[in-house]
């Protein structure tokens, strides 16, 4: 298959792109390059996704249209994967802005070229921030997502409803994704994994919030992009055209559109958490316990059941196996 990926700079999309380009498929990235974390180890992603021959790659940021629309035509795909985002809950705090251009202008440009060229299939990353201040665990994907907290959840959740309406009028087959706390090598600086192996490496203090009293559903990197490779291969079908229902699908009755999670669906404490990379590394951390943080919330847990019998597959990596091996990934690549 061609596929035209946004955001194949990234930590999720770099690890998509290897993915696909190992099973033999051809890939087009598209990535901003944009430096709201260091832009060289971007390009060390991207210099890595170059030497397969299938790779090819343009430079531009989504609100450009015009070189969107030129990549995207020169690509020709079969599936086009939406990744490319201004992420990060916190930092919605302190530039609203970012989130709005990129995650809502860029989103409805991708969308517009979408239905132009009319790909198989339609996938975009959503969040589970969008569960926002929901309590029932664990987080199913038919629970009402009316509550966001951080602007950031508000514009994926935008994200998700101007997708329907495009599939809706346009036919077009898509799937939204939803997100749960990915981690692994190459990961983003400004997650916990990252900045919690720099500072026990660099004996400084690791702030832990809300006293500890928190609970994530990591999930490893490889598992999260080999669900998504599955989920490509699996677009949902228009209204009328439908076999056997599947349990708890949430296929719209109005458009060829669907929702999964994608979580590990074994949610760890915060602290068990901080355990394992302290466990690796062979050092203990000085704790900073803080409050929780606003826009944050105590727990996530996802509810996968959809993505396995969708696709048959279910992540699965323990945490101490995935803190593991980003932690062996990390000594190679800053202390080599």
Known sequence: MKIFITGTAGFIGFH??????????????????????????????????HQYPGFKATEARLEDTSALEQAARMAQPDAIVHLAAQAGVRYSLENPRAYIDSNLIGSFNVLQVAQTLRPQHLLMASTSSVYGANTLMPFAEAQQTDTPLTLYAATKKANEAMAHSYAHIYGLPTTLFRFFTVYGPWGRPDMALFKFTEGILQARPIDIYNHGQMLRDFTYVDDLVHAIGLLIGTPPAPPGQRGAAIEADTLSPAAPWRVVNIGNSDPVRLLDFVEAIEAELGKTAIRNYLPMQ?????????????????????????????VAQFVRWYLEHYRS
């Open 16 to 49: 998509l792109s290897r993915l696909l380009l190992e099973q033999g498929h051809s890939v087009h990235g598209y990535d901003g390059m944009t430096d709201y974390y260091s832009v060289a180890l971007k390009r060390q992603r991207h210099a890595l996704l």
């Open 294 to 322: 606003t826009g944050d919330v105590p727990a996530t847990w996802a509810d996968c059941g959809l993505l396995q019998r969708l696709t048959g597959y279910r992540p699965k990596t323990p945490i101490r196996q995935g």
